[in-house]
């Protein structure tokens, strides 16, 4: 990312709605906000309230139905599919509730996946230290199934920062854990990216994991606020 971009998202005006029956349900009402480089920003809100639709937009998975999203100062609507999934591998990292590792490969081999895509010259040796920094050095040829659940998301969490993305979206990472599982994690993650300076979009119903970040956004039928 050019540093002279300062803002890492820019959302303008954009709505989403899909075809319900004949008839248009709108998910997303005409929002408007940016993202500075650096940023930890919350996305606060009710289940069903467009927080997780908001985020496939944001990476460029969907697109809106009106107004645009650029990330990095590019428009992704001027994109194609294969330039957005591109913009995706060189700026975005992903953490997912439901972990997404891939099954068929050990822990190291999902690590070194998005960076052998990226061209990553070193990337068993990156991916290693990755899960060293995660806590799971001894458990690199281990399978998903053999890991526990906070096991596996720190695989992921290694997987997202591996890469060195500018913009991390992590999307209910605690919602598959336990209390206590679940606060590890997001000590760890936010350690990890105060490390890195990544920019950070964080999906949760969780206010006191909301309230360790810069700026939250609250979510209510489709309109997104920002909490004083």
Same mark, same amino acid.
Do not use: C, M
């Given at each position: 990312m050019d540093a002279r971009v300062a803002k890492v998202v820019e959302v303008s005006r954009f709505t989403k709605s899909v075809d319900n029956g004949g008839e248009a349900l709108v998910i997303l009402h005409e929002n408007s906000f940016s993202v500075e480089?650096?940023?930890?920003?919350?996305?606060?809100?009710?289940?069903?309230?467009?927080?997780?639709?908001?985020?496939?937009?944001?990476?460029?998975?969907?697109?809106?139905? =009106?107004?645009?999203?650029?990330?990095?100062?590019e428009p992704l609507a001027e994109l194609d599919e294969d330039a957005r999934a591109v913009l995706r591998g060189r700026l975005l990292g992903f953490v997912f509730q439901s972990f997404q590792l891939l099954p068929s490969l050990d822990a190291l081999e999902n690590v070194m996946l998005p960076?052998?895509? =990226?061209?990553?010259?070193? =990337?068993?040796?990156?991916?290693?230290?990755?899960?060293?920094?995660?806590?799971?050095?001894?458990?690199?040829?281990?399978?998903?199934?053999?890991l526990s659940g906070g096991e596996q998301q720190r695989v992921a969490l290694a997987r997202a920062f591996a890469p060195k993305p500018t913009l991390i979206l992590a999307d209910e990472p605690t919602g598959n854990l336990d209390a206590a599982t679940g606060h590890q994690i997001i000590e760890l993650m936010f350690a990890i990216n105060a490390e890195r300076g990544t920019t950070l979009i964080l999906v949760t119903h969780d206010e006191e994991i909301a309230a360790r970040c810069g700026r939250r956004l609250r979510m209510h039928a489709g309109r997104i606020e920002e909490v004083a």
């Open positions: 480089l650096g940023e930890t920003v919350a996305i606060v809100g009710a289940s069903g309230s467009g927080k997780s639709t908001l985020l496939g937009l944001l990476a460029g998975l969907d697109l809106p139905t =009106a107004g645009s999203v650029a990330l990095a100062g960076l052998e895509l =990226a061209g990553a010259p070193n =990337a068993r040796a990156e991916a290693e230290f990755w899960l060293a920094r995660v806590g799971l050095a001894q458990r690199l040829h281990h399978y998903p199934k053999h």
